[in-house]
């Protein structure tokens, strides 16, 4: 008994067909790509099985006006796109919202399991009677909340005019006699070729402290035009489950050899992305960097806001345009760009040599350019301020527990090391 009846909806369509169970999981799984419509489902299937030559897998379903209840052999299997549900009675498996399933490459099985995990509004259910009692009234709150893309805002006109006004009004607050002269007495060019001597100290943390607070209060505040969230919110809603189903793709790809599909830039996953780890860590550069130009320019009076929201807006798009060192030549677009695929940022073999006198550097590049799979490369934000706001942590009271956690590892590690110390010394007397 590995068959099963699979009903699939979306908001147009309603197919219904017989298929083996493993062929339901696979399904299943592929909620993972986030697919709105069948089509983008069947789409995402090739993640975990090889694509059907010249058509679909589902094309021998029948289209129906209303769902098929009636199991089949070893059950039924319902996936409703539109209402972000899933209903299973099965003897054959029980699928839910984490796993892993078998991939197959269209003639048999290579003992390569692959992990998944679903965003946290899919919701499963095990009988077609509890199915139909709120399937209704989830597809109608789908529809009544349509999803957006922030990016406009967070990278568009609405992030410089912040900057902008933030930057005037601070030009013009009561001590900004103070900012001003840090500013005209700090220079890079000393910094670079020498110590800092104490003013320049003072003068340089008196203006990272400004620019923070700026990015600070734009990533704090609520706007309507986000739906009364903070940019903040909007960049943690999703940041859990694309990290994961991007390191699910590095996973299949050391294990296949070659890149899982990627997400099509028609599909609504990724035309109303969230936002993953490597956007969050680019924005945070990108915003210090607006914020830098605007504080050091000369275009601080109201009369001149417009044209320093032009100039931000150039200088952004430069930036994200341009390689940029500190991510090792990589342009920032394209890194967002991989990352709104699902593309997992591969390393050359070349790549994977940071130092070359490491003989472990070397064996991992010559394992990787024979074929031992490949390296891959992560943006982490290990350089971000250490405070809440520009933390990794979605809310205040994780960030708190990592404090304390790591505060007690510290002092039982200083303990651990003085009694080393002490035991050293007297061993050498």
Same mark, same amino acid.
Request: hydrophobic fraction near 40%; glycine fraction near 4%; proline fraction near 6%.
């Given at each position: 008994? $590995?068959? !099963?009846?699979?009903?699939?909806?979306?908001s147009? *369509?309603?197919?219904?067909?017989?298929?083996?169970?493993?062929?339901?999981?696979?399904?299943?799984?592929?909620?993972?790509?986030e697919?709105?419509?069948?089509?983008?489902l069947d789409?995402?299937?090739?993640?975990?099985i090889?694509p059907?030559?010249?058509?679909?897998?589902?094309?021998?379903?029948?289209?129906?006006? *209303?769902?098929d @209840?009636?199991?089949w052999?070893a059950?039924?299997?319902? !996936?409703d796109l539109?209402?972000?549900?899933?209903?299973?009675? $099965?003897?054959?498996?029980?699928p839910?919202?984490?796993?892993?399933?078998?991939?197959?490459?269209?003639?048999?099985?290579p003992?390569i399991?692959?992990?998944?995990?679903?965003?946290?509004?899919w919701?499963f259910?095990?009988?077609?009677?509890?199915?139909?009692?709120?399937r209704?009234?989830?597809?109608?709150?789908?529809?009544?909340s /349509?999803?957006?893309?922030?990016?406009?805002?967070?990278?568009?006109? /609405?992030?410089?005019e912040?900057?902008?006004?933030?930057?005037?009004?601070?030009?013009?607050? @009561?001590?900004?006699?103070?900012?001003?002269?840090?500013?005209?007495?700090?220079?890079?060019?000393?910094?670079a070729?020498?110590e800092p001597?104490?003013?320049?100290?003072?003068?340089?943390?008196? !203006?990272?402290?400004?620019?923070?607070?700026? %990015?600070?209060?734009?990533?704090? *505040?609520?706007?309507?035009?986000l739906?009364?969230?903070s940019?903040?919110?909007?960049?943690?809603?999703a940041?859990? %489950?694309?990290?994961?189903?991007?390191?699910?793709?590095?996973?299949?790809?050391? &294990?296949?050899?070659?890149g899982?599909? =990627?997400?099509?830039?028609?599909?609504?996953?990724?035309?109303?992305?969230g936002?993953?780890?490597?956007?969050?860590?680019?924005?945070?550069? &990108?915003?210090?960097?607006?914020?830098?130009?605007?504080?050091?320019?000369?275009?601080?009076?109201?009369?001149?806001?417009?044209?320093?929201?032009a100039?931000?807006?150039q200088?952004?798009?430069?930036?994200?345009?341009? /390689?940029?060192?500190?991510?090792?030549?990589?342009i /920032?677009?394209?890194?967002?760009?991989?990352?709104?695929?699902?593309?997992?940022?591969?390393?050359? @073999?070349?790549d994977?040599?940071?130092?070359?006198d =490491?003989?472990? =550097?070397?064996?991992?590049?010559?394992? $990787?350019?024979?074929?031992?799979g490949?390296?891959?490369? %992560?943006?982490?934000?290990? %350089?971000?301020?250490?405070?809440?706001?520009?933390?990794?942590?979605?809310?205040?009271?994780?960030?708190?527990?990592?404090?304390?956690?790591?505060?007690?590892? $510290?002092?039982?590690?200083?303990?651990r090391?003085?009694?080393?110390?002490?035991?050293?010394?007297? *061993?050498? =007397?």
């Amino acid at each position: 008994m $590995s068959e !099963i009846k699979l009903d699939l909806i979306d908001s147009q *369509t309603i197919l219904c067909g017989i298929t083996h169970g493993s062929t339901a999981d696979s399904a299943v799984a592929a909620l993972s790509a986030e697919p709105e419509t069948i089509a983008e489902l069947d789409a995402a299937l090739a993640r975990y099985i090889n694509p059907v030559p010249h058509g679909s897998r589902f094309q021998t379903f029948n289209q129906r006006s *209303t769902i098929d @209840p009636e199991p089949w052999d070893a059950g039924i299997v319902i !996936i409703d796109l539109a209402a972000r549900l899933v209903a299973v009675e $099965s003897i054959y498996s029980q699928p839910g919202p984490r796993g892993q399933v078998e991939y197959h490459d269209g003639t048999h099985a290579p003992d390569i399991f692959v992990l998944y995990r679903l965003p946290d509004d899919w919701r499963f259910v095990s009988s077609i009677d509890e199915y139909r009692a709120i399937r209704t009234s989830r597809a109608m709150k789908r529809v009544a909340s /349509p999803p957006f893309d922030a990016r406009p805002i967070l990278f568009g006109r /609405p992030l410089m005019e912040f900057i902008a006004l933030a930057t005037i009004e601070l030009q013009q607050a @009561p001590a900004s006699e103070k900012l001003q002269s840090a500013l005209a007495n700090y220079s890079d060019l000393d910094l670079a070729n020498s110590e800092p001597t104490a003013e320049q100290e003072a003068n340089r943390r008196l !203006i990272w402290n400004q620019i923070a607070e700026i %990015h600070s209060r734009w990533l704090t *505040t609520r706007r309507e035009d986000l739906r009364n969230a903070s940019p903040r919110e909007i960049l943690f809603a999703a940041q859990d %489950h694309i990290s994961f189903d991007l390191h699910t793709r590095e996973l299949q790809w050391s &294990l296949q050899g070659e890149g899982p599909p =990627c997400l099509s830039k028609d599909s609504f996953a990724y035309r109303y992305a969230g936002f993953g780890t490597h956007e969050w860590v680019v924005y945070y550069d &990108l915003i210090r960097e607006l914020i830098s130009i605007a504080v050091h320019s000369e275009m601080t009076k109201p009369s001149a806001s417009e044209e320093l929201i032009a100039q931000l807006a150039q200088q952004a798009v430069t930036w994200l345009e341009e /390689p940029q060192a500190e991510y090792g030549g990589s342009i /920032p677009s394209i890194i967002l760009e991989n990352e709104r695929k699902r593309l997992p940022l591969a390393l050359h @073999p070349r790549d994977m040599i940071v130092d070359e006198d =490491c003989p472990m =550097c070397q064996m991992m590049a010559d394992e $990787s350019a024979m074929g031992g799979g490949p390296g891959f490369w %992560h943006l982490d934000g290990s %350089h971000m301020d250490d405070d809440f706001v520009f933390s990794p942590f979605s809310t205040r009271e994780e960030w708190e527990t990592h404090r304390r956690e790591w505060e007690e590892f $510290s002092r039982a590690f200083d303990r651990r090391w003085e009694s080393r110390q002490h035991l050293l010394a007297d *061993t050498e =007397c």
